[in-house]
């Protein structure tokens, strides 16, 4: 029997979005450091070895977040040197319903990794594509199938539509919906 198994789907879920926030605390540390010109990527890369070493979580689970992370960083990125707008809009949702210190890690993680996210090319549109059983930062997302709204509060895993069980999401950004192009 696998941890997987033995936790159930919601111990799995929740180990899998306590794997990434610790990812991004790492992340943030790493990007912070004085005197060490750190690289987003490299960042995720030691972030997700230092989870696989303390047991944290398997190869696949950390390669997976380290993943969802690497697009959530990117598209947080895009938006806000897009917009010029707050983390708060790429959120559309108000902070007082989130966790105060994932705002904080988010933006200082955005902030120290400016210059290098804005060097991606990639549309808002693809970036804000999310699918359910993914690991993601908190935010509102549409289902592409029917445009029910599923808002997390928390890092956590995106279910499937509770209206139609579309597993098509796109990220909301503030009063914006996702554009038809």
């Given at each position: 029997?696998?941890?997987?198994?033995?936790?159930?789907?919601?111990?799995?879920d929740e180990r899998l979005a306590h794997g990434y926030n610790r990812m991004l605390?790492?992340?943030?540390?790493?990007?912070?450091?004085?005197?060490?010109?750190?690289?987003?990527?490299?960042?995720?890369?030691?972030?997700?070895?230092?989870?696989?070493?303390?047991?944290?979580?398997?190869?696949?689970?950390?390669?997976?977040?380290?993943?969802?992370?690497?697009?959530?960083?990117?598209?947080?990125?895009?938006?806000?040197?897009?917009?010029?707008?707050?983390?708060?809009?790429?959120?559309?949702?108000?902070?007082?319903?989130?966790?105060?210190?994932?705002?904080?890690?988010?933006s200082k993680v955005v902030d120290q990794s400016r210059v290098?996210?804005?060097?991606?090319?990639?549309?808002?549109?693809?970036?804000?594509?999310?699918?359910?059983?993914?690991?993601?930062?908190?935010?509102?997302?549409?289902?592409?199938?029917?445009?029910?709204?599923?808002?997390?509060?928390?890092?956590?895993?995106?279910?499937?539509?509770?209206?139609?069980?579309?597993?098509?999401?796109?990220?909301?950004?503030?009063?914006?919906?996702?554009?038809?192009?």
């Open positions: 029997m696998t941890k997987k198994d033995e936790q159930g789907p919601e111990g799995h605390e790492r992340v943030r540390g790493l990007l912070a450091r004085p005197g060490e010109p750190s690289r987003l990527q490299h960042a995720i890369e030691i972030a997700k070895e230092r989870a696989q070493e303390v047991g944290e979580l398997t190869r696949e689970e950390a390669e997976r977040i380290a993943a969802y992370m690497h697009r959530d960083l990117l598209d947080a990125g895009n938006y806000l040197s897009s917009t010029g707008k707050a983390i708060d809009d790429w959120l559309s949702f108000e902070w007082a319903y989130a966790e105060d210190w994932i705002k904080e890690m988010f290098e996210l804005e060097q991606f090319t990639r549309t808002p549109r693809k970036l804000g594509e999310r699918y359910s059983g993914e690991v993601t930062a908190p935010g509102v997302f549409v289902c592409d199938r029917c445009g029910h709204e599923l808002t997390l509060t928390r890092t956590g895993h995106i279910p499937p539509c509770a209206h139609c069980h579309g597993t098509v999401f796109w990220r909301r950004y503030g009063a914006e919906t996702p554009d038809e192009s």
